[in-house]
């Protein structure tokens, strides 16, 4: 038993961040339910790991007897009580609404045993909004991995007034255990420390786009060959999910009623339309026909 006596994990949602989160907790060690409400959610996860452990496997990442064991360690179930009943750490990584979230963060207060720490993979919303959903505010933190978690080595683990200093090393633990490189940030803002840059750059970059002065093809070149970014902002929303970008305006909108926080006109036309980036095979730029370089 560790340090901070975690042993079993458990990652609540399937989608694209909760079951690379989940891979990296069973490659750290842990033994770790990965739970969704929908079966289906649950064999495209599987399916889309072993497909990108058997690259890491040709790459000479890990070898086949190691990753045997992870996957041994990884459990998949839709029953949210058999994932957290005895888990000692879990890590929320769903829709980002936070009534959504603190629905469930509700149940596991219920459900889990009385040390059990809850995280949330919020990539937005402070911890604090969340834990009053539950009677241990004390054991409440924000565990933000970047997209996508088996590639992106950073979590900003965030404390509330409320978290405790147990809770926050607990989490900067796991995510070392992880193979992540954890950033502690001592009091909580809405966006955290590199989506609120990132998302004045998009901000600005979508504005640009918007009122005509270029392509959003030519935005992502210029920000790629003069500023050096890997991405651009409009290909690293389709990679994200352009779906995501607008939920976490909304949620700031709502915090601060300020309409500057609205989503733009573009980004709403886009979730409308059902344009939501690579996942859908269409967001900005049209994946169906043509890989596009990022």
Not at 120 to 148: L, W
Request: hydrophobic share 40%; net charge negative.
């Amino acid at each position: 038993m560790n340090k901070y006596q975690i042993e079993r994990i458990a990652v609540i949602g399937a989608g694209s961040m909760g079951h690379q989160i989940a891979m990296l907790s069973a490659l750290g060690g842990y033994e770790t339910h990965l739970q969704d409400i929908e079966q289906s959610s649950l064999d495209k996860a599987k399916e889309s790991l072993e497909f990108q452990m058997s690259k890491w496997v040709t790459k000479g990442k890990i070898d086949e007897a190691s990753l045997q064991t992870a996957f041994n360690r990884l459990h998949f179930t839709t029953d949210l009580n058999a994932a957290v009943r005895e888990a000692d750490f879990v890590i929320e990584a769903v829709v980002e609404k936070l009534d959504v979230k603190k629905e469930l963060f509700s149940k596991l207060d219920e459900l889990t045993p009385q040390h059990t720490i809850l995280a949330t993979n919020s990539s937005t919303i402070v911890n604090s909004k969340i834990a009053e959903a539950t009677s241990r505010p004390e054991k409440v933190c924000n565990m933000h991995f970047f997209f996508p978690p088996l590639v992106m080595d950073c979590v900003e683990v965030v404390k509330s007034d409320l978290t405790s200093d147990e809770t926050a090393q607990a989490a900067m633990a796991v995510s070392e255990k992880m193979n992540r490189t954890a950033v502690l940030l001592h009091k909580e803002i809405s966006g955290f420390i590199a989506n609120r840059i990132l998302g004045a750059l998009t901000k600005e970059a979508v504005a640009l786009y918007e009122e005509g002065y270029a392509s959003f093809e030519d935005i992502d070149l210029i920000c790629k060959k003069a500023l050096n970014h890997p991405i651009g902002p409009f290909a690293l929303m389709d990679l994200s999910g352009i779906d995501v970008a607008y939920f976490v305006n909304q949620q700031r909108y709502a915090e601060t009623n300020d309409p500057e926080d609205l989503p733009a006109k573009c980004i709403e036309e886009k979730v409308k339309a059902g344009e939501l980036g690579r996942k859908t095979g269409k967001g900005w730029y049209d994946y169906s026909k043509k890989e596009v370089k990022s």
